[in-house]
């Protein structure tokens, strides 16, 4: 009995992200906006460990690293999805929840890129007066 109990915490259960899963994750990044802070810092880690937590509250076997390497998987194929349907020129394409979400998040995305651009520029200028 106490040898099949050790044996039940060995194994370990995957989990299997559904597209309910990956709307959760979507909504979460558009509440907090991990990607308002610079590559590496504590704080893009604290809010993608936020986010994690708050799945998990959920009902979802998640840590930081699953959620953020998911999202980049999410984003990564969005974007080829994008390409993919600019090529096939003619088609009329419905977009649902989910690639507005997506959108929307490439949009903020996007606008914390140039916003940081900026800020090296006028930097660069103050160093060079």
């Known amino acids: 009995m106490a040898n099949t109990v050790n044996q039940d915490k060995a194994k370990r259960v995957n989990f299997t992200w559904k597209t309910i899963h990956e709307d959760l994750l979507l909504r979460e990044v558009l509440l907090l906006e991990p990607f308002q802070y610079r590559q590496g810092t504590k704080e893009k880690g604290a809010v993608w460990s936020k986010i994690a937590e708050n799945l998990t509250q959920l009902g979802m076997k998640a840590n930081q690293r699953s959620v953020r390497e998911k999202f980049d998987k ?37 606008e914390y890129e140039v916003a940081l651009e900026s800020k090296k520029d006028k930097k660069k200028q103050q160093q060079k007066t």
């Open 74 to 110: 999410l984003v990564t194929e969005f974007k080829r999805k994008q390409v993919a349907e600019e090529r096939a020129s003619g088609v009329d394409v419905e977009h649902t929840d989910r690639d507005r979400a997506m959108v929307d998040i490439l949009e903020r995305i996007h």
